[in-house]
């Protein structure tokens, strides 16, 4: 995983026939073209558009992605977004500015690594989780982090029975 910083795609959206697509301009990219390699940089630029009902990627040839796909990329979008609202949450206290569970540092990096692959997601709450227990004079915070990691994971839930129902037709 690269520290590079992660930039959104060179975008626009077009409104067409009642219908919102976001065009992808992946000519100029260095990338290899391909969701998976662009999936980072693809969330982030669906972060100011919402009610997309597809997605372009226009290279030389276009392919356009509509459905369930554009859905489960939109809930990625949006618990990431959840995790960019945490992360502002105030630190008030002198203590917290040394803390590894600081929202402002801690959400970021937990959203870098989710967009990055929305799969670990599971894992980082577990291992954040763990470390949340292990804040016993920190009452305050380890409430308001437990309480945005029991958010985070419901909508993991959520996204994960989307994946399973659109991607294999598996009700879970």
């Known amino acids: 995983m ?4 992660l930039v959104s795609c060179d975008h626009k959206t077009v409104e067409s026939s009642g ?9 100029r ?7 998976s390699d662009c999936l ?16 372009i990627v226009s290279d030389f040839l276009e392919e356009q992605y509509i459905g369930s796909g554009v859905k489960i990329l939109s809930q990625i979008r949006d618990i990431a977004g959840e995790m960019e ?5 105030g630190e008030d206290e002198k203590k917290c500015m040394e803390c590894e569970l600081k929202p402002s540092i801690l959400y970021p990096r937990l959203k870098r690594k989710f967009i990055q692959d929305p799969g670990i997601i599971y894992e980082m ?7 949340v227990e292990r ?8 409430r308001s982090l437990v309480e945005e990691l029991e958010i985070l994971g419901n909508r993991a839930i959520s996204l994960r029975s989307e994946v399973l129902k659109e991607g294999f037709d598996i009700i879970g």
């Open 2 to 5: 690269s520290e590079k910083e």
């Open 19 to 27: 219908t919102r697509k976001l065009v992808v301009n992946c000519k």
């Open 29 to 35: 990219c260095e990338k290899e073209h391909s969701l």
């Open 40 to 55: 980072p940089s693809l969330i982030l630029s669906l972060e100011d558009e919402y009610n997309i009902d597809s997605i």
């Open 85 to 89: 609202t945490f992360s502002s949450r």
């Open 125 to 131: 709450i577990g291992n954040i989780s763990v470390k």
């Open 135 to 142: 804040k016993e004079n920190c009452h305050r915070c380890r």
